[in-house]
């Protein structure tokens, strides 16, 4: 089975700070790095060369807006994801959207197979992120359309199985990504409901139903 690697092109104001920095380090935005394991690839002074040579060869991007965004591509290493599988729900375009972007969720997603990954800032070294421990444990991932704000509420409410209780969950907040790790086991078929929220009113629910469950989301 072949491993696909992606390259982040796009998302947000990426890659910061922008402009031509060849000696600066190339990192994903702190909102994505719990959606796909990262990838550091050192490169030379040869290879920065190389690089900021091609892209000089592309003279209709020279525009001030499209050149400042490509110089800043030419960085001290390449960086690659491999995402996480995630069980999706559908798009949510059309629905009705809430005036404050840091209430309305935008997607709501499963990893079933992630490992958690607990890294350390080490500044000396060259690859920021070192993996300190790694330990079995699926994810839920909820998007929203602003960033997370403290004075606003954020829930997940899970229902499996036959069992009429439910488990109430507070996610950590990551800028507009919300992220929570999932109660193992969780038996099919199961509805995982993320809510937003100010005070007592509940302003933004958006459910993802596993019919089939995690346990078959592996396989």
């Given at each position: 089975m072949p491993r696909v690697f992606e390259?982040?092109?796009?998302?947000?104001?990426?890659?910061?700070?922008?402009?031509f920095n060849p000696s600066l380090e190339l990192l994903p935005p702190p909102d994505l790095l719990l959606t796909a394991r990262w990838y550091y690839l050192p490169l030379s002074q040869e290879m920065r060369q190389r690089k900021w040579e091609a892209l000089n060869c592309y003279r209709t991007q020279k525009l001030p807006l499209t050149w400042r965004f490509l110089k800043s591509f030419v960085r001290s290493n390449e960086i690659f994801a491999e995402p996480f599988?995630?069980?999706?729900?559908?798009?949510?375009?059309?629905?009705?959207?809430?005036?404050?972007?840091?209430?309305?969720?935008?997607?709501?997603?499963?990893?079933?197979?992630?490992?958690?990954?607990?890294?350390?800032?080490?500044?000396?070294?060259?690859?920021h992120f070192v993996q300190t421990s790694q330990t079995p444990q699926g994810q839920i991932f909820i998007q929203l359309r602003g960033d997370s704000n403290p004075h606003f509420r954020y829930g997940i409410r899970i229902a499996h199985g036959a069992s009429p209780a439910s488990t109430l969950l507070t996610p950590l907040r990551h800028g507009k990504t919300l992220t929570a790790n999932l109660p193992i086991p969780l038996n099919s078929p199961a509805v995982i409901v993320a809510f937003t929220g100010y005070g007592r009113h509940i302003l933004d629910v958006a459910p993802l139903v596993l019919t089939e469950g995690v346990e078959n989301e592996r396989r």
């Open positions: 390259v982040l092109i796009h998302y947000g104001e990426f890659p910061r700070p922008q402009g599988p995630l069980t999706t729900q559908s798009d949510r375009t059309g629905e009705p959207r809430s005036l404050l972007a840091g209430l309305d969720i935008t997607q709501i997603a499963l990893s079933a197979e992630c490992r958690v990954r607990e890294f350390r800032f080490e500044p000396e070294k060259r690859q």
